[in-house]
């Protein structure tokens, strides 16, 4: 985890917080919860080095990998 990628996320959520919040005073209350949960889940993902993390491939392979070799015997 990169400590200044993760405050930087964090500042900018906190803007974009600052300046949409007026705005969003009128929305309903299902919309204000979407925004707050889809700005978390940006800070969460901040917290991982997602480039070097292995995709849904690899984790297919990984599972699935001791079947294959049962199978071959």
């Given amino acids: ?14 803007i974009i917080i ?3 919040w007026p705005k969003m005073k009128q929305k309903p209350k299902k919309e204000k919860s979407a925004f707050i949960v889809l700005l978390l889940i940006g800070l969460f993902l901040s917290m991982f080095d997602l480039p ?3 995709g849904p491939a690899k984790w297919i392979e990984y599972v699935f990998n001791p079947f294959g070799e049962i199978l071959e015997k």
Avoid: E, P
């Fill in 1 to 14: 985890m990169k400590w200044g990628n993760f405050l930087a996320t964090a500042f900018i959520i906190l």
């Fill in 52 to 54: 070097y993390i292995g």
């Fill in 18 to 20: 600052l300046l949409q």
